[in-house]
């Protein structure tokens, strides 16, 4: 079974920095990305970064320039990093794998975390 815990998130005032960690554990076989969701109040859950395989990143508009994701060299750890941050990046904020597991290794599986809430506000 394989498991994303987020961690990092509060409350940051606007213009402030935030870094998000996402912890990846189990028996992972492989992974094609991971990425960065977030959903506000009342609005649909929408991508805000993501990172392939080979490296490869792609943002939301909205925090292009303001908003880093990177990874360890394990594919242990995600990070978001949040930088210029504006009250309209309040948001829970989940970490997610597309994967194969060890256990199932022709079957992909997009796994999600439990989500870390991100407030801005002076």
């Known amino acids: 079974q394989v498991q994303l815990v987020e961690s990092g998130g509060g409350l940051v005032q606007p213009g402030g920095s935030l870094r998000l960690s996402c912890a990846a554990s189990g028996t992972i076989f492989s992974i094609n990305a991971m990425g960065w969701y977030r959903q506000a109040p009342g609005k649909d859950r929408e991508l805000v970064a993501a990172?392939?395989?080979?490296?490869?990143?792609n943002y939301q508009d909205s925090v292009k320039g303001r908003f880093t994701i990177s990874r360890d060299s394990g594919w242990k750890t995600l990070y978001l990093q949040m930088n210029i941050v504006k009250p309209e990046d309040t948001a829970v904020y989940y970490c997610?794998?597309?994967?194969?597991?060890?256990?199932?290794?022709?079957?992909?599986?997009?796994?999600w975390g439990q989500g870390a809430l991100v407030t801005v506000s002076s």
């Open positions: 990172i392939t395989s080979l490296d490869n990143t």
């Open positions: 997610t794998a597309d994967l194969r597991t060890a256990a199932d290794p022709k079957t992909f599986l997009k796994v």
